[in-house]
């Protein structure tokens, strides 16, 4: 029996991230979910997946292919993650299959493979092979002057056994076609072949259909569509290049031919050809994923955006303005009277591109700076700064140029606003700029005043319809310096002074969230009540997972609301059920980060940019800010906290072994005559903010 003195066992951190993704896959099976909207869950848990793999996966992959142990990751460890993800998509198919299509299929949106295809739809089939597929394809017959062509990550490929010799007679039999990224991989069939239901067919079964024309003499024996995920964290030592920009330039193109991780072949590929791939790739035979479908689900989100119907997608929520701002009215001026709270989705991130435009347009505004993260495809927010540089204020852009994924859209980003004459700095060597900041410096009668506005998340509109955020809009007058001082170190790299109120990674962000945690424990242990109630992405940071079970064995009532992975092991010896972790899993994805204690009747809250991970901590600019005001604090704590902590109808709980069970199991064993009531925090909050 293990005992407090034991040595703490965490979670599998890897297996808990493929936990999440179990819990989101879920998702596709819930019937009260329109069906392209459980359609379009089954595509992100299938893009999940490759990330994981091209981030995660390479250490356990060579850990199996020398057999030794490597750090902390061992063969076995890789046999368990392996075990794990193959059973997520062994899932994932089955409920592709046997769920989603057929109940497509009943609504009139059909995926019409080779086989269910008309003479008419074949002979359409065949024309627009013809014109738009055969002349991008070029077979590649392997031999010594033709060797295994690179193959690009994540690229759809076909690798294909062949009777018969060539056109110099020789016994060339396999050969690989690499399949353009720049052909669709859904097309839609014609209303005049379609009737009145929507019909598609996917461009892996337009070249099957006609892959043997591509082997003229040449017998196909047996053929195999195949995708391989290859490691994709860029690696570019800051300390040893003179231009990060044009560094990652370069590491871009590397990244689409990095180390293999894992290989997707065909469920029915024959057992020659698969072991041929893997012998390639260098890979063990636990990297090989047999699909029943298509390799690649994620790209089945063209469907989801294609197909029509209202009733098959969610019904569109328009985001109100915050009930705390006043139309037609400065924001400067509001926000001398007040912070402004921002609850994303539910309230509109149209108003921080308004103050933005606002700050642009002002004759008074003498400076504007921002960090850049994640700003996707709308280009609003760039042209309002380049705007402001034309009207000649001076603005400064943080760009992170490491955001991962998202490097080749944040250099053009810093590229264009270079080219009007912004000052463009890209953080600090050895750390990635989370922070989401943005500060604007205004001339006015009594001097220079400051506005600022935070957030927990990006400066991305259209994930700010889709993600839950929380931002506020500021003039105190502490913050917005504690901003510009960090603005500052960041640019110059002079030495941080002391700040007032915000929290600043990697400096004391860490120390403060843990002298909090040891000041609710030493609460606890006085026989004062102590809780703590902490909302985020992911925990797995050791030290501070150590110090809340420490707390939480000492009498804090710790809740953790967490929606992706979780290393703390809630059966630690000495807890007795005072530290509980849920994860919240709906329509929209969480992603605000709320720090709450109680130490006797004392509030501490914070909003954050930062996870409690070991790398938002220590390798990161994250920042967190206090929410002092007493109403803005008990709003954040109601919509934030205690609808989660209510919830049961989107909530899983995590049990003692690591798995997750949907608290709404629970939910509806109520008591014979009992009415059930049913929480979901998202839905109420949609419902509050549409009223």
């Known amino acids: 029996m293990r005992s407090v003195n034991s040595p703490l066992k965490l979670l599998n951190r890897d297996i808990s991230i493929l936990a999440f993704n179990a819990r989101v896959l879920s998702l596709a099976q819930n019937a009260e979910y329109p069906l392209l909207e459980r359609l379009r869950f089954l595509c992100i848990v299938s893009s999940n997946l490759d990330e994981f793999f091209e981030v995660r996966a390479a250490p356990h992959v060579d850990a199996m292919r020398d057999n030794e142990k490597k750090t902390d990751i061992s063969v076995q460890s890789y046999l368990e993650i392996s075990k794990v993800a193959h059973t997520l998509v062994e899932k994932q198919y089955e409920i592709f299959n046997t769920d989603l299509m057929p109940a497509l299929a009943s609504a009139g949106v059909y995926l019409v493979s080779n086989a269910e295809r008309t003479l008419e739809q074949k002979r359409w089939v065949a024309r627009y092979f013809e014109s738009s597929v055969r002349p991008l ?5 392997l031999d010594p002057s033709h060797p295994f062509p690179q193959v690009a990550n994540k690229s759809l490929n076909f690798i294909v056994s062949l009777g018969g010799t060539d056109a110099f007679g020789r016994n060339n039999n396999i050969a690989i076609v690499k399949v353009p990224r720049a052909l669709p991989r859904l097309i839609k069939l014609p209303k005049h072949l379609s009737g009145k239901q929507q019909k598609f067919v996917s461009l892996s079964s337009v070249i099957r259909a006609h892959l043997a024309s591509l082997f003229t003499g040449r017998e196909v024996l047996c053929f195999s569509q195949f995708r391989v995920t290859r490691h994709s964290d860029l690696a570019v030592d800051e300390e040893d290049v003179k231009n990060l920009r044009t560094a990652l330039r370069k590491g871009l193109v590397q990244r689409h031919f990095g180390e293999a991780v894992r290989l997707e072949v065909s469920h029915g590929c024959d057992e020659k050809l698969a072991k041929l791939l893997l012998q390639q790739f260098d890979l063990p035979k636990q990297s090989l994923y047999r699909v029943n479908g298509l390799v690649n689900l994620a790209r089945l989100m063209q469907l989801a955006d294609l197909a029509e119907g209202d009733h098959l997608k969610f019904k569109p929520h328009e985001p ?12 400067f001026s509001q926000l001398k009277q007040r912070d402004i709270l921002i609850h994303q989705p539910y309230e509109s991130f ?6 933005l435009r606002e700050a642009v347009h002002d004759p008074d505004v003498l400076s504007i700076q921002q960090t850049i993260y994640r700003t996707g495809s709308d280009p609003r927010m ?5 705007e402001a540089v034309r009207r000649g204020k001076e603005v400064m852009a943080v760009v992170e140029l490491k955001a991962r994924f998202d490097e080749e859209a944040n250099i053009n980003w810093a590229e264009d606003l270079e080219s009007v004459g912004a000052q463009v700095v890209y953080g600090i060597v050895g750390l990635k700029t989370h922070a989401k900041m943005l500060l604007v410096m205004r001339r006015e009668t009594n001097g220079l005043q400051y506005y600022g506005h935070v957030s927990t998340g990006n400066y991305n509109p259209r994930t700010a319809r889709l993600y839950t955020d929380v931002s506020m809009l500021t003039a105190d007058a502490q913050i917005t310096r504690d901003m510009e001082h960090l603005f500052r170190h960041i640019a110059s790299q002079v030495k941080l002074p002391r700040m007032q109120k915000l929290l600043v990674a990697p400096f004391n962000l860490h120390k403060q969230m843990l002298a909090k945690i040891r000041a609710a424990e030493m609460c606890a242990k006085s026989g004062q009540p102590a809780s703590i109630i902490l909302k985020m992405n992911a925990l797995t940071d050791e030290v501070l997972v150590k110090a809340l079970v420490k707390a939480g064995r000492a009498g804090v009532e710790v809740d953790l609301i967490l929606r992706g992975a979780c290393i703390l092991p809630i059966d630690a010896p000495g807890l007795n059920g005072r530290i509980r972790v849920r994860s919240v899993i709906g329509r929209l994805l969480e992603h605000s980060r709320v720090f709450y204690f109680k130490i006797a ?13 070991n790398r938002n901590m220590m390798r990161r600019v994250e920042i967190a800010w206090p929410i002092t005001d007493a109403k803005n604090r008990a709003r954040i704590l109601q919509e934030c906290c205690q609808m989660y902590l209510e919830d049961n109808h989107d909530a899983w709980i995590l049990n003692a072994d690591g798995s997750y069970q949907p608290i709404a199991a629970q939910a509806h064993k109520a008591k014979p005559g009992e009415p059930v009531r049913i929480n979901s925090a998202q839905l109420q ?7």
């Open 382 to 386: 760039l042209k309002l700064l380049q």
């Open 137 to 141: 394809l070029v077979p590649v017959a």
């Open 350 to 355: 149209e108003s921080v591109i308004d103050f």
């Open 601 to 613: 009747e004392v509030e501490h809250m914070w909003l954050s940019s930062a996870d409690w991970m």
């Open 320 to 331: 109100q303005i915050s009930q705390q701002l006043v139309s037609n009215q400065s924001f």
């Open 685 to 691: 909050l949609l419902h509050k903010y549409t009223d």
